[in-house]
């Protein structure tokens, strides 16, 4: 499920993704493009960890940065 402030303010938090993600390259960023989804993706992949995992830390960043 894609968030609506992903694709709507994504240059604005694609730096504190990359602060909480550091291992994402631009290009990565880049490719995402607020898609919520390939954000998730891109963890796991970066990271090597399972998807439910990713799902909760994106969940509890979101909570931390008034995304929810």
């Known amino acids: 499920m894609n968030q ?3 694709k709507g303010k994504w ?3 694609k730096g504190k993704v990359k602060e909480q993600w550091g291992e994402l390259t631009n290009d990565d ?3 995402i493009e607020g898609q ?3 954000l ?3 963890i796991q992949q970066r990271y090597g ?3 439910a995992e990713v ?3 994106l969940d509890a960043w979101e ?3 008034n995304l929810r």
């Open 4 to 6: 609506p402030w992903l």
């Open 11 to 13: 240059n604005e938090y």
């Open 29 to 31: 960023l880049d490719k």
């Open 36 to 38: 919520r989804d390939q």
């Open 40 to 42: 998730v993706g891109a």
């Open 49 to 51: 960890k399972a998807r």
């Open 55 to 57: 799902e909760r830390e």
């Open 63 to 65: 909570s931390r940065h």
